[in-house]
């Protein structure tokens, strides 16, 4: 029983949507406030300032491919990103932070530089930033070391519980590997 704490006038009730449960208040649509189920009224104020700012630094900024306005949006994942508000003219679309560039040239187009992103599932990935010229990607941290087997221009760190830390040619053809830390060790198991 919380009253909307943007209106002051109505009740705040569980509402049933795409994405699921949420709280809505119940005087919509004079009143549009609404928060995620297990989110705080002052979590969802926080949030809503966040969004505020971050939409008044988008206010300056339009669509580099048709001249539209930039806006926040949701994925059906969940996650925020920047679009065009002119979709479906326009697909252009950002992500919200940009990706952080690893130093790592592609080893592939030898242009772009690898960068870390995150997949839809919110796994990281290293790719080229020249997507979609080049389609390179990998799983792992790319080093920038090449493989002192068959030569390729880069190793991966791969981290592991079962092998620990270690450098490994991402090549499939190639196999090499080489521990760089040891796995940590398994605790025993029940009564012992």
Known sequence: DETCPKCGQHKLQIKF????????????????????????????????????????????????????????????TGSKFIGCANYPKCKHVEPLEKPKDTGVTCPQCGKGHLVERKSRFGTTFYSCDTYPDCKYAVNHQPLNEPCPQCGWKITLRKVTKRWGVERVCPQKECGWKEQLEAPAPKEGKGGE
Do not use: H, W
């Open 17 to 76: 949507g795409k994405a699921g449960r949420f709280i809505a208040c119940a005087g919509y649509p004079e009143c549009d406030y609404t928060r995620n189920v297990n989110e705080t009224a002052e979590q969802a104020a926080e949030r809503m300032e966040r969004d505020a700012q971050a939409q008044a630094e988008l206010a300056g900024r339009s669509c580099p491919k048709c001249g539209g306005q930039l806006v926040f949006k949701n994925s059906r």
